[in-house]
């Protein structure tokens, strides 16, 4: 080997090694930024920054310790199958079931079982939100509040199986905001949550049970991350490549899980006799755009032969004919304000009386 050839080689080591202990000293400053008290730059802790919000549980596993917040905020809220209910889990009340849905379901009246999360309520006052409007404007039928703030398809699923037989022969409407699907391949989001996986094409429940201790939880749980410059350096190269973007937010493995609890909430309801019908909400965003989530939802559910109450168009038409900006529609949080549940309230009401509900 000759003189040349040998400097050349030691010059490339002594380059990788230069190189590696940059990254590994990079690596280091960054944690430090993030974790050491006196070096924390606040800007940095931000979830975001290192991991994706809709497709990976780091995202919520670094809010979780950054931030110390956790979702629900009182740990009598928590349950171990479901993740988290709509309220206290008490004696007499294992579901922890809101009150309003616990009357409900005494009453005599026929049933409809609303599933869904947040946007089946809004963030309208409780005489705007929409079983409660629904309930109000119908003599013979009771509309029950199965929804959850925060839940995915397979949470609203998992409320479905522990909660159906709790009325004869209701009907189902199960709502889904394009984010709950995002959700379904997440085991902790807000909170540990339960979560399906596929296995010989049948749906396996994982992720149970869920711990009731938020604290142990937190301690045991630190953030998924081998590298938060190389998560860094993904996220920002995601926001300006389409086809990254489509790569990471594992869009072909939500498509597959969602597509089987479709399926299986479809059987389920053929099995009890159940007339099922799926309520698509949009946030802002997704109201004005043609997403994927759309797209799948809209194809899955026609080739499931599973009626939809598809509430874009009557917003758009309501937006159009008022001559108003779509926010209007909408609060703060970006849920359906009173304007917007009114609006979607009274054409859903239309539509169930057309299905004979009085």
């Known amino acids: ?44 802790r931000n979830p975001a920054l290192y991991a994706g919000y809709s497709d990976d ?14 979702y629900p905020n009182s ?12 309220d206290r889990i008490r004696a007499g009340n294992p579901l922890g079931l809101f009150d309003d849905t616990v009357s409900r379901l005494s009453s005599e009246k026929r049933k409809i079982l609303f599933y869904g999360d947040s946007y089946v309520k809004g963030g309208a006052e409780s005489d705007f939100q929409l079983p409660v409007f629904l309930t109000n404007q119908m003599k013979n039928t009771a509309v029950v509040d199965f929804s959850v703030g925060g839940y995915g398809l397979d949470q609203s699923y998992l409320m479905f199986t522990l909660t159906h037989e709790k009325a004869r022969k209701p009907y189902i409407l199960m709502g889904i905001l394009f984010d709950d699907l995002d959700r379904s391949i997440l085991s902790v989001r807000t909170y540990q949550k339960p979560y399906y996986v596929l296995e010989n094409n049948l749906l396996k429940l994982s992720g149970v049970p869920v711990d009731t201790d938020p604290v142990h939880y937190l301690r045991t749980h630190p953030p998924k991350i081998r590298s938060y410059l190389a998560g860094y350096a993904s996220q920002t190269l995601r926001r300006k490549s389409k086809s990254l973007d489509s790569y990471l937010s594992r869009i072909p493995e939500k498509q597959q899980i969602n597509s089987a609890i479709l399926a299986q909430l479809k059987r389920d309801c053929l099995e009890k006799q159940y007339p099922l019908e799926v309520v698509i909400f949009y946030d802002l965003t997704s109201l004005q755009v043609s997403t994927w989530q759309e797209r799948f939802l809209k194809e899955k559910l026609e080739e ?19 001559n108003i900006p779509l926010l209007q529609l909408y609060d703060a949080t970006w849920h359906h304000n009173n304007l917007g549940n009114s609006v979607l309230g009274q054409k859903l009401l239309e539509h169930l009386k057309n299905r004979g509900f009085e």
């Open 1 to 44: 080997m000759t003189w040349k050839r040998k400097n050349l080689l030691r010059k490339t080591g002594l380059a990788l090694v230069s190189l590696v202990l940059s990254i590994l000293s990079a690596e280091c400053l960054l944690r430090a930024f993030l974790y050491v008290d006196f070096l924390k730059i606040p800007a940095w």
């Open 57 to 70: 549980d780091a995202y919520w596993e670094l809010h979780h310790h950054f931030d110390g917040e956790w």
């Open 75 to 86: 740990s009598d809220m928590i349950h171990p199958v479901l993740g988290w209910s709509q």
């Open 304 to 322: 499931l032969q599973i009626p939809y109450f598809d509430t874009k168009p009557i917003l758009l038409a309501y937006a159009n004919a008022h």
